[in-house]
Structures are given as C-alpha cells and as structure tokens.
C-alpha cells in the first residue's frame, strides 16, 4: 500500500453527483426530495457517496470537480480518509450512502459478512442501518425473523412459497433507526423512504421475490443457495425500530464496527466534534444548515450529502436542520 500524496486536501465540504438507479420497485419520490429534476419513473436510490467499482461518486463542484472518489484518495490518501481508516482498509473507501424510496416491497433478502462476502466474491460484507425520512400510511419494515428456523424450515419455505409468513414486520415512521447486521433476513416494504449506510458492497442475496419479473418478463433471480449460508436462522431479539430521540441536539444513533451515525438536531450555531481518524459524511434529512470549515463552506438543503476529509477535525454548523453524520 502506497499513498501517492502530492498536496495539502482543502479542508472543505465535498459534494458529489448523485447516481440516480432505476429499479423495478422504485418510485418518484427521490427527485423531489433532493430537489433535483425528475430522471425516471422509477428511480429506487441515489447513490450520494461510493466508490463501487463502476458506481464511483464524481466531484460535482469546486477544486476537485470532475475527480472520482478513488482518484480523491490516490491523491490525498490518508488525508481524506483519515490514517486509521486508511491504514484499516488499505486505502479503499469503506462505506456506501444512499437514499432509498421503495414504491413497492423490495425483495426479501439477506447480505453475507465480511468474512463469507470476502471467501466468496473477494469483497467486504454488508452490515447497513436505515434511518427512516417519511412513510406513507402503514408503511413497515420486515426486519429478523418471527421465530428460530432450521435450514430444513428454510427450504421447504422457499419449496411452497411461503417464506414471508417467518419474517418479523415492524411499523415504520419517520425518525425510526433499524440496525441490519449481516446475517439478518429482511426487506423494506412499500411507501418507505430513508437513507441507508453500509459497508462498501453491493452483494444481495434475494431470498424471496413475489413472483416478479422484469421488463422483459423473466422472473428474477433468487439465490436460495447462497444465502442459507448466510443467514443467522437464530436471528429474533433486536430486529424493530429504535426511534431518534426529537429532543437531543447529537445523539448516537448506531456504532458497530463498520460505522457509526449520530443524529445532530442543528438549532443555531453547533460545533461538531469528528474523530480526525476517519472522513465524516453529512446527510441533511430536513431544514437547511451551512457546514462552516477552514478552507470552505457547503450550503446544505433536504436530500444533500456532503464529505469532510479527516482532517476537519471541527467544524461549525450554522443552521436549522436533522442532520446524519457518520465516520467509518
């Protein structure tokens, strides 16, 4: 591993285009949210920060404007990253932000952890959370399982088609946190939208799909193999929504050890403390907020995602606004 550093990263807020993703479950919701023109009727996520191969974030403005992601960190390496994160992931980005609005139940899945996701594809795993933004009337989240199953269960659920009837169903309203260790069975149904942080991967093993086919008629695929290798059939305690509270201005709201995401009620002026050992990516979910830092501010609106290289070890916040922020 070698840094190829060869300039001092401004300490300024970076923006990034979104990667807009037309999905057979998605809908209209996530262009009027950012505030951004409509691109399809059924855009399903935007991929606001990511260096999946092939999906990687370009710098949208600024010094920096037309640059890849990877290429910010073969520039600036540790100084973007931060040096543990740096030296943790051998130089790669480790997480991936996105917004996601399911205008139809997505598919009943699970995601491998880094250890299996690492044997079987050479990548890291998925451990994700979602923080819930808005819901539509009766919207849930399918999140663990409603009882201990056996492989043997499994099957022969996936064989008569009725694996649904095993999966945990919470209710789901907006400040809602669900924490989604890989392992855990679970999917996100119809008329929710929020924002997911996750490891760097994009290894689904769909479980269970409600008969669907795709634009062309084809049933899509299922991996029933792959992902009985996966699952924690143990998985029952700890599945449902744990609520933001509305009334703390920086509360942590999930910390594993992939990530951790504070929820920052902004009212005025607030100095937010980062751990100059990792990058920090800044959501706004609601209101307006300036993100203030030595070298350049960022103006932020609903729906817009920033990142701060690791070496802003304080900014400011000036603003009303909910506010996401995560370090690796």
Not at 110 to 125: F, I
Not at 150 to 164: M, R
Not at 283 to 303: H, K
Request: charged share 20%.
């Amino acid at each position: 591993m070698s840094q190829s550093v060869n300039k001092q990263i401004k300490l300024a807020p970076i923006y990034f285009v979104p990667y807009l993703k037309e999905v057979i479950w998605g809908g209209s919701k996530i262009c009027e949210y950012k505030g951004i023109a409509k691109s399809g009727n059924q855009i399903g996520e935007s991929w606001e920060v990511s260096a999946i191969p092939g999906r990687e974030s370009i710098v949208a403005t600024g010094s920096y404007k037309g640059f890849t992601l990877p290429e910010l960190i073969d520039r600036f390496g540790a100084q973007l990253l931060g040096q543990s994160v740096y030296s943790r992931y051998n130089g790669k980005f480790p997480l991936l932000i996105k917004l996601i609005d399911a205008n139809d139940n997505l598919s009943i899945q699970v995601h491998p952890d880094d250890e299996l996701a690492m044997h079987r594809h050479g990548t890291l795993g998925k451990t994700e959370m979602w923080y819930i933004i808005s819901t539509d009337n009766n919207a849930k989240i399918y999140s663990g399982l409603k009882a201990c199953i056996t492989p043997e269960i499994y099957e022969a659920k996936i064989a008569d088609g009725t694996f649904s009837d095993v999966v945990a169903v919470h209710n789901s309203n907006p400040g809602d946190v669900f924490f989604l260790p890989a392992g855990r069975i679970h999917t996100i149904g119809t008329g929710n939208l929020l924002a997911e942080i996750q490891e760097s991967s994009d290894i689904t093993y769909r479980i269970y799909d409600y008969g669907r086919t795709d634009s062309y008629g084809k049933s899509r695929e299922l991996h029933t193999e792959m992902a009985k290798g996966a699952i924690n059939f143990t998985d029952t305690m700890g599945c449902g929504a744990q609520p933001a509270p509305k009334d703390i201005p920086d509360t942590e709201i999930a910390n594993c050890t992939h990530f951790r995401v504070r929820q920052i009620l902004a009212n005025g002026n607030t100095t937010l403390q980062t751990d100059p050992g990792s990058f920090t990516v800044i959501m706004c979910i609601n209101g307006n907020a300036s993100v203030i830092c030595p070298d350049g501010n960022a103006n932020m609106q609903q729906g817009q995602t920033v990142l701060l290289p690791a070496m802003s070890a304080s900014v400011t916040i000036n603003g009303n606004a909910t506010l996401l922020v995560t370090q690796a």
